[in-house]
Each structure stands twice: as structure tokens, then as C-alpha cells.
Nanobody, 123 residues
């Protein structure tokens, strides 16, 4: 089992920044990728960003490209999501996720999920 704990969510004004963190623990050996998804009220969960654990390859949703940056600290088993120039439409619960399967498409096949952290952007 792998446990994921997110932190860093909160309330911010439009144009502001937040940094989310996700610490992984447990059987993390063999992790291939970690990512972030989000779910706004009344909407389906959607992909935000992901990173491969060894090579550091990244992928971003078009809606966040150029504003959000995903990074990792292998020594701390932690992934980060730096969110800049936040917009009200970024308001959602953000979920950290990870997988060991090696699909090259970083937007699919995630198995372990955190509990989520709320991000609210006011206009």
C-alpha cells in the first residue's frame, strides 16, 4: 500500500499563488509517476499535471500550462504543484495520485489517491 497526504490548499485571490505538496509513504518502491487531478463541484475529476519519478518527464493540461509547475523531491518522496496566476475556475479539490504501471501516457491508470485538498480562488 501507498499512502498520500496532500497539503497547501487554501483560499487565495485571483492572480495569486499556492504551492501544493504531496508526501508519499509506505511501499513507494517502483513508483513510475505521480500526478495531480482536480474536481470542481458538479464536474468530473480532471487531469492537471504529472511527472515521472525517475526521468522527470512532465505533462500538463492545456488549462494550466504556463501557470502551474509540477516538481518532485525523490529523497523526500514528495511531489509539488506550484500554481501561479490562479483563476476562479481553478477552484476545486486537488488530489494527488501515483502509480507503478509504466504506461507512457501520464494522464491515465493511476491507482493510489490522496484525500484531496481544497483550493478556492476568489474573484
Amino acid at each position: 500500500q501507498v499512502q498520500l497526504v496532500e497539503s497547501g490548499g487554501g483560499l487565495v485571490q485571483a492572480g495569486g499563488s499556492l504551492r501544493l505538496s504531496c508526501a508519499a509513504s509506505g511501499r513507494t518502491f517502483g513508483t513510475y509517476a505521480m500526478g495531480w487531478f482536480r474536481q470542481a463541484p458538479g464536474k468530473e475529476r480532471e487531469f492537471v499535471a504529472a511527472i515521472t519519478w525517475s526521468g522527470g518527464n512532465t505533462d500538463y493540461a492545456d488549462s494550466v500550462k504556463g501557470r502551474f509547475t509540477i516538481s518532485k523531491d525523490n529523497a523526500k518522496n514528495t511531489v509539488y504543484l506550484q500554481m501561479n496566476t490562479l483563476k476562479p475556475e481553478d477552484t476545486a479539490v486537488y488530489y494527488c495520485t501515483t502509480r507503478k504501471s509504466t504506461y507512457t501516457d501520464l494522464r491515465i491508470a493511476y491507482f493510489y489517491w490522496g484525500q484531496g485538498t481544497q483550493v478556492t480562488v476568489s474573484s
